[in-house]
């Protein structure tokens, strides 16, 4: 039986950078730093060394890599190693081991760029509901205007960072 599994926690290096293959497949890729932290027995220092992750996601979990994390972000990858060979200009063969993750969660809370929050009439589009009726009825349409709103502060108050995915 063999394994090939890694789980890391640590920090996003860069944005990431989403791209799609020629047949359409989206792929992201971005770095992940990971620290560790011991006392040195000789001299009793405290001792870190930095270590830098490529990481690769592929599909919807990339798209959603693309739009959810940013340098800087606490985030948890998990996937597996994978190493890629290639020649390069020069004629020399070069090799890069990859973490491909199947798993990507974001630790800490989106940091705000400017604390504003966008305008109140702008709302995000959702599917229609089944039970809400055709915009033809304009009386029903105002009585409607009102319990969406409602569902719109509902639909604030849940927190993307809630989200595990």
């Not at 001299?43 to 060394?49: A, D, I, V």
């Not at 990339?62 to 994978?82: D, P, S, V």
């Not at 199947?102 to 599917?127: C, F, W, Y």
């Not at 029903?140 to 569902?151: H, L, R, V, Y």
Request: proline share 6%; with cysteine.
């Amino acid at each position: 039986m063999d394994l090939n599994k890694v789980m890391l926690i640590g920090n996003l290096t860069r944005d990431p950078e989403l791209r799609y293959t020629p047949a359409g497949q989206a792929v992201v890729s971005f770095g992940l730093a990971t620290n560790r932290r011991w006392t040195n027995s000789q001299t009793g220092e405290q001792q870190e060394q930095a270590e830098f992750h490529n990481i690769v996601a592929w599909g919807k979990l990339a798209e959603t890599c693309n739009q959810i994390l940013a340098k800087g972000r606490k985030t948890y990858i998990e996937g597996r190693l994978q190493t890629r060979s290639w020649e390069g200009q020069d004629a020399v063969k070069k090799y890069k081991t990859e973490v491909v993750a199947d798993n990507v969660i974001v630790l800490d809370r989106k940091p705000s760029d400017s604390g504003e929050t966008p305008p109140a009439d702008v709302e995000t589009p959702q599917e229609p509901s089944p039970d809400i009726p055709a915009k033809e009825d304009k009386g029903k349409a105002k009585k409607e205007k009102g319990s969406k709103k409602e569902e719109k502060k509902d639909a604030e108050e849940i927190n993307v960072d809630d989200i595990p995915f």
